[in-house]
């Protein structure tokens, strides 16, 4: 690939942006091919902040509060909230989420953020996971964001439990999904022991 006039590598950063907020300085250099100097010249000179400016506004747009547990117990910064529907948590991977000697982000805090945005989403005081069939497909390092986005499937019917698939990405290759069944109290008592013994408040 050739490299693209100033004026067309312009256009086309500022499109990628704006098709995918939460894509990284490190991504649009592999996608333009130039240096990450030049991809932060190129957002200044566009007036486009950096990721972690643009993950600000968006969180700091209405959205539905969460419910079934504390702001700060859901694992990532939720930028987007749509109660019963929908919901998007970004988790920066740092060195304490590691392995030290493979320097692998530990499938335990992949979990958590899916897990924790599976029961931020659910419109209901108590939400308990009752299962989860969740699988890794790769693996998660150093430095990489990690996008949880869930969506609420629940059936007709069901006052009592809602279906949640989350599906996290990095960039554009999905890392992990999950697939989580989570107890609603519907406005009756709910047993602190969920459904059955991998029940889980978050």
């Known amino acids: 690939m050739e490299r693209l006039p100033k004026k067309q590598r312009h256009q086309l950063l500022a ?15 592999r996608q333009l091919k130039v240096s990450i100097q030049t991809i ?7 007036g486009i902040p950096e990721l972690r400016e643009r993950l ?5 747009r209405s959205y539905d509060p969460v419910k079934s547990l504390p702001l700060d117990e859901v694992i990532g910064d939720v930028v987007d909230l749509q109660l019963d529907r929908s919901a998007i948590s970004v988790f920066e991977i740092r060195e304490e989420h590691l392995f030290s000697r493979t ?18 989403v659910i419109n209901d005081e108590i939400a308990l996971t009752a299962t989860a069939d969740i699988r890794f ?3 998660v390092r150093l430095g990489e964001k990690c996008i949880a986005k869930a969506y609420v499937r629940s059936g007709a019917g069901e006052r009592s439990k809602a279906k949640v698939d989350v599906f996290t990405y990095v960039g554009d290759e999905m890392v992990f999904q999950g ?9 009756e008592t709910v047993s602190q022991e969920g459904g059955d013994e991998r029940a889980d408040r978050h």
């Open 137 to 139: 497909l790769r693996s």
């Open 179 to 187: 697939y989580f069944v989570i107890y609603r109290s519907a406005g």
């Open 15 to 29: 499109r990628l942006i704006e098709e995918n907020p939460f894509i990284t300085d490190r991504e649009l250099t």
């Open 56 to 60: 600000k506004v968006m969180a700091e």
């Open 103 to 120: 320097g692998i982000a530990r499938g335990h805090h992949v979990f958590a953020q899916a897990n924790s945005l599976a029961v931020a």
């Open 40 to 46: 932060r010249l190129d957002r200044m000179e566009l």
